[in-house]
């Protein structure tokens, strides 16, 4: 992953492309920022240092969340926290969040050359790494910043009118 | 009462997910185990292994990384280039003796992961922020509900 301040900032980018296309209310904006945080939940299992293993002889790995899988359940407990008419919005643009925090981490450093199968589980395929920067390369936020407040500005003149 | 199924169910489904990948991707190429590897290496010779592990060495013309309980002298990068407790990535060919030759390697020191880290409280920061600017917690259905004028 880049770090997450580039993901929630070009969250925003994608964000408010989503709601001007669905034609959505702005409360909703914000969403699509905590979805593009929400896949990097399970890099908490990497701090703790139980990312991958075998527990009762069941192997597991806490990864199989950093998918397009993982981005559609984190989504959906996203949206069960919302009241109950927010909810079905709410999943698509949690959903927004996940996809563009695992589209920005296939440009990511890997030295095999080789992305994480980010469309587990309907597809175990492994994508080429674009190998763009590394998750420590911090000449990402100043782009990022850039481009999420040229859609500010946008955003701002269009509500101005 | 629906909202508890649902959730559960949610939550089965991420542990189906857990699951689901350690069987298809543990100790294979994308995800190998460092610990397997180690535990009958001579039958692994030859393999190309992509390993993330901690520099535990780096002296008299040599490197040692160290991932589970898995360490190799690694043939690059150079002594020079890095620390011990530095993070690496390498890619290459084991060899006997507990060697890879190395055909790419990435490094990361603790200084740069400790940055990566500060920057990303800084984003969780802002996207709970601005969430929590236009949506509240309604007590009454334990909920976030949009806050009044959106």
């Known amino acids: ?161 | 009462m629906r909202r508890l199924v649902i959730l559960l169910g949610l939550c089965l489904a991420a542990a189906a997910l857990v699951v689901g990948f350690g069987v298809q991707f543990n100790g294979t190429d994308a995800y190998p185990d460092a610990e397997g590897i180690d535990a009958d290496y001579d039958a692994h010779v030859g393999e190309t292994v992509h390993i993330w592990g901690e520099v535990t060495a780096a002296e008299k013309g040599y490197v040692v990384v160290t991932a589970d309980t898995l360490s190799l002298r690694v043939s690059d990068p150079a002594p020079d280039d890095v620390a011990v407790g530095d993070q690496v990535q390498v890619y290459g060919r084991l060899a006997p003796g507990q060697r890879l030759v190395t055909t790419a390697s990435d490094v990361q020191s603790p200084e740069a992961l400790r940055n990566m880290y500060a920057v990303s409280i800084v984003g969780i920061a802002l996207a709970a922020g601005s969430f929590l600017r236009r949506w509240r917690v309604d007590t009454d259905r334990w909920a976030f509900v949009p806050r009044e004028g959106e």
Not at chain 1, 140 to 161: K, Y
Request: proline share 7%; glycine share 10%; aromatic share 10%.
């Open chain 1, 1 to 161: 992953m880049p770090d997450l301040l580039t993901h929630v900032l070009i969250a925003y980018v994608f964000g408010a492309a989503a709601v001007w296309w669905a034609d959505t209310p702005d409360r909703y904006l914000p969403v699509v920022l905590v979805g593009a945080a929400a896949p990097d939940a399970m890099k908490a299992t990497v701090l703790l240092g139980v990312t991958t293993g075998t527990a009762f002889g069941v192997p597991y790995s806490f990864w199989g969340l950093h998918t397009l899988g993982g981005v559609a359940v984190l989504s959906g407990i996203g949206a069960v926290t919302l009241a109950a008419s927010e909810r079905r919005t709410g999943f698509w643009l949690l959903a927004c969040g996940g996809v563009s925090h695992l589209v920005l981490d296939l440009f990511v450093l890997r030295v095999d050359g080789v992305a994480p199968p980010y469309l587990f589980p309907v597809s175990g395929w492994l994508p080429p790494a674009a190998n763009l920067y590394t998750s420590t390369d911090l000449w990402t936020i100043p782009v990022a910043l850039a481009l999420a407040l040229a859609v500010l500005v946008m955003r701002r003149r269009a509500a101005a009118g």
